[in-house]
């Protein structure tokens, strides 16, 4: 490892080095992501100003609802920034890093004898590989604004963060719901399958504590044939609703009376994680005989992967419909090609870091459920992507014509300040702000909120800046924006 | 509806509210669109001054001869600024406002009864949709330079507005040849199709007005089997032309003689609008019995996909080969997803604002017109596309290459500030300036004219001072330059 | 042609004209490319300092070993400019230049009987077509910096330009191995066959001039059925290596030996530039029996676009076999359409100019080398794109979890300004800084090789300063990286 005042280990040096390191403080510059150019920075700032009363919507994430139930102290400073965030661990593994001595469990549950604090201290000795990068600027706000540290995270660095971090953790106030409450969490959404009992849910709720976290409903696990388990979900799902899944009909119907559970538990929306955007319309005789066929095949193992693709498409529609009677908000998350290394895989399971971006087509696509339902004035289709080349092509232009259809905030690896303003720049003309629902953390790692909302807050800044400091927006039209980007409109378009 | 100083009846106000309008100025600030970076904007000042006294040329685009011909006032503020616009109304539509409620003429041909004050009202109370937008930019100006107002338009100045503009529309200075005049128009090109009389046309010639208007021949009616009426549309062909357009060559006569009519209208281009830029070269036998099985099943309305596909592709490369004969410029206006939305097809029909783009070929599409006619001195391709991820790809390689090719200027979606940006920042490393035709601003919003082409020269004096102060470019030749892309390039490019 | 201070011959001229020429000093700007914001360009002008002493690494090139084996003075300036850079005369020929006229070399060897001096000429009188290109940047540089020329080329100039570069080419300081230490090369790759015979290589060796030029092994003319001449070729591997090339398994060993023999060249990588990044990994039997099918095809000229495609396909992943085996460093090079202009391949054959990107996948199409390889610590695969649209989608994704991939330079048409920032914007948040390898120049320009160097320098400092200024990276850390991309991670990827 290359550590920042041993630099010869593993690179030859150049005939003429960098400057050395004289010092390396941990500054969180107040003017941080703004445009260098005063015109456009003193705009930011007064824009930026603007958000700072505004408490927090997380309206789409994946935090853990078991530490707001229990309250339980987070354990140590590598489970909490190594072990659940695959942002951080898939760049060391990228650098020939192994996920074993980073202490990561394996897909059989076992878990590498590592000492936490040895993994801490790879994390520190190759934090190099975070400059620059959206992780490393959320880890260096938490760090920072979290925990009061003011050094950088280095090798010489690395044993007294962790003794910092290990000690805060331990006390109350770094407990989850003191966190929530400091991190001015108005709303906190987590998502769960269809078949989760949304047992921390409730006992949220009848612990008395105020905050608010409620749950979206994920239906992949049973809506799609090829989700690890599929015929083992579907059969949980009718256990737990009374309704017999082998029947089509009855799967619906299973499928109603778990969304009516999940909305009684405070869900406003749903969320469909599909390898595509494809929409299906099957007429019932069609969409029965399919699902029989999957069914029966599911058991063995081996579904058709054009017959998994239709299911799932005609779900989105079913999914649509549906939305269209509750009231959840759809959002559709399409284009990841998850697990892509196989190896990978079978060794550690889902979420390693090993998810591929891939082209992702909208247009067509998303045809049928809009000829169905496009023009619906009571239902909301949040659309995300991972291909940032649709944005101005087909994004824009769908959500600045379809009543139905909001632009969700960049996605996954575009979560970050060059992905929010290329989209910013992308969208906005075509689908103007109001085609919008501000901004989604969408993260396992809850210290990392308030990092990521700052984030994007300031990015929002940068955009509508830039916009007047060319004369193409007034400065108080960019002001009532920033306060809907901020709050507003994820407050609107997840009904919360 | 949310009005800005009645903000609270649809939207949750936050927590902390954005600052008060104090006062609603509509300003068209003299730098607009320029850089806020102090040395860029004095540049992009001084080469926007070179272009001040060229008059527009407007060579391609979707206004109406008949104003020309007739010069009657135009109607009224909704007629004018709502009704043909659909960049406009489908901005309203997508945020849940009925056509109807618009006044937008149905597909039957029937108008809802609505009082054009109101329509312009629920304009003027959305009006924040259009923020940030071209099309917001353009009718500020159009408010402020053409009809001298100086509020910005909302809720509270909706009726102001309109008695303004539509005292104004009904005085002399207003009709369609005195702002032609005034906007300092050399030449305006119309678009249509083979079977319109051009009576128009000849009615401005006759006229004894000096304006010129001229067309442009858009075949798509004769030679795409899936334009609506496309066995009709050749009937009549058959009888304006003489020709039995039963018959594969006498339809080729019948185009020709077409093209002849209109070049001696004025004509000087084509125009060609595909779903995709395909092109074939097929031999005169398998040509023609495409044409027989095409005309055959057009007439019961079953043409098979992958035959009009096939026929629109041999009918580039055909009118490449009459283009070559006759000099009129081409222009492919590949890739737009028509009439996307199927419901509002039925009852609006075409250009209601559901065009969708997609995903567009053209290093393999082209090959076949490329093999004929790519390295021919005396015929020019002007290409355009909704795809943006193209212009690096594609696009500028193939035009930095192929004598016939040059680049058509950001089309539709991408007539935009950040859409030239964009696109002059993809394709002129690779094709340089020179493989550029200047500015069109195909539209049929007559009176944002002037608007667009302030914005596309304003956007090229941005791009020119980017790389005049990052020393890429000397300022000299930046100012020879911004003066053909202005004006030089478009009247070498179109012949005019 | 048009020339700058006799405009009025080709282009009408505008109602408004363009400020005279009054002088044309060619300056090169200190500051060039750097930002023109203040505070981006004085961070910039401290990071370039640090670049100043860094002699060049070239990894990847296509300059000719004989001149550095023979160190023969080039011969003219037509010869030296024009003939050999494709990106300079495709450029002329957009605009109806014919290669003719500038003297380029027939398919058939024959070379038109054109006097160099006219051919300068052209290049002169056209040299407006270069203005904001990288090949108009990079030609200045060479006759500013390498011979001392201060006024810009133009037909005013052209033959002083001439007489001065004739003369100083005649000079021993500009013979090939004086520029290379001039230019300050510490290793210069170039790119050769397998069955080339690496003579020059070893003539540069036995010489006792201690410039380091190594070769790298491109086997695409025995493993592409559709490389021109391609039985051929596998026939020469046969005689040169001893092994019976119509056995697949003696043609494994045939390229095992060639490497080999390569590697003690000093060869330390391979380099593939397929049309796609297909990869297959057949079973053997698989694999003799397509070899067997597609030699005994071959010899007839008509092996099936399937067979050849799945052939490139396997092989790369048998070549990143033999990789792991003895260490070459791959380097993919797909995605280029080429010889897209059939007709001028017909008259003057390959690298004319007419090779076009086309859209290109990584993420399926990579899957079977990463499948076997992908987690490998001692593979390295650098992949190069022509696709923009895949940096943020696919490869910075990719380079950001696999341990053997890391990513390539903007290639080719995107080795620009704006082409750079493109790639490090798109890519350093997902892959960060050290997934990255440096520069490459990839030219057979031997005299731009330190303006190619400068630009790829300036442009890191443009983006590193981008993101000090916006508090995304502490200024010493962009210290330390602006000499990791200049010259440590080309070290360290190529192992040179």
Redesign the interface.
């Known amino acids: 490892m290359r550590t920042n005042d041993n630099r010869d280990d593993e ?9 050395p ?2 010092s ?1 403080p941990l500054s969180m ?1 107040p ?7 005063p ?2 920075r003193a705009i930011a700032r007064r824009l930026f100003e ?6 927090i919507l997380s309206p789409h994430g994946h935090t853990d609802p078991v530490w707001f139930a229990g309250n339980e102290p987070f354990s140590n400073p590598s489970e909490v920034f190594i072990h659940p965030d695959h942002y951080v661990f ?2 060391l ?4 890093i192994s996920l074993e001595s980073l202490g990561i469990p394996r897909r059989d549950g076992t878990v590498p004898d590592v000492d936490p604090r040895a993994a801490w201290r790879l994390l520190a000795d190759n934090y ?7 992780s490393g ?1 959320w880890l260096d706000y938490v760090f920072h604004f979290v925990f009061g540290i003011e050094k ?1 995270l280095s090798a010489d660095t690395a044993d007294e963060y962790y003794d910092t971090i290990d000690a805060a953790l331990k006390s109350d106030e770094y407990r989850p719901r003191s966190l929530f409450d400091r991190f001015n969490i108005e709303v906190l959404a987590t998502t769960e399958s269809p078949i989760d009992t949304l047992e921390h849910h409730r006992a949220i709720r009848d612990s008395g504590w105020t905050g608010r976290v409620i749950t979206a409903f994920r239906p992949d696990p049973v809506v799609d044939p090829e989700f690890e388990g599929f015929a083992d979900n579907i059969a949980v799902l009718g256990e737990m609703t009374g309704f017999d899944c082998g029947d089509y009909g009855q799967y619906l119907q299973a499928l109603r009376s778990r969304r009516d559970f999940f909305r009684s538990a405070g869900a406003t929306s749903s969320d469909h994680g599909h390898p595509t955007a494809a929409t299906a319309d099957l007429g019932p005789k069609e969409a029965e005989a399919l699902f029989a066929r999957i069914l029966a095949r599911a058991r063995h193992g081996a579904v058709e992967p054009q017959d998994a693709e239709l299911f799932r498409a005609h779900m989105l529609v079913v999914m649509a419909e549906m939305s269209l009677e509750d009231g959840l908000v759809m959002q559709i998350h399409p284009g990841s ?1 998850r697990n ?5 895989f079978d060794t550690h399971g889902r979420d390693m ?7 992702t ?1 909208y ?2 696509a998303l ?1 049928p459920l ?2 169905r339902f ?2 619906e ?1 009571d239902l909301s289709v949040i659309v995300f992507t ?4 649709g944005y ?3 994004l ?8 139905i ?1 909001k632009l969700g905030p960049p996605w996954w ?2 979560d ?4 929010m303003l ?1 989209m910013r ?2 969208t ?8 919008l629902v501000g901004f989604n953390d969408d993260t396992r790692a809850f210290l990392s909120i308030p990092a990521r909302h700052d984030m994007a807050r300031r990015m929002d800044c940068v955009h509508l800046a ?2 007047v ?6 400065e ?2 960019a ?6 980007l ?3 409109f994820a ?2 378009a997840y009904k919360l």
């Open positions: 690179v030859d040096r150049p005939v003429a080095t960098a400057r390191f004289m390396q510059h003017d941080r992501f703004f445009s260098p150019d015109a456009q603007l958000t700072e009363p505004l408490p898939r760049m593994y990228s650098q020939g190099r590989l975070f400059r620059g990068t959206p600027l950088r090609s892509h290394n196989r190896q990978l870091g090993a998810d591929i971006p891939s082209r087509d247009v067509q045809r809009l000829d496009g023009n004035r991972l291909d940032e080349s101005s092509r087909e824009a232009p769908l959500a600045g014509h379809y009543p259809l690896f575009h970050s300040p060059e992905g290329r720049r992308a906005h003309e075509t689908a103007g702000f109001y085609n830039e916009l400091a060319s004369h193409r927006l007034d108080d039209a002001a009532e924006l920033i306060v809907d901020s709050y507003n407050k609107a």
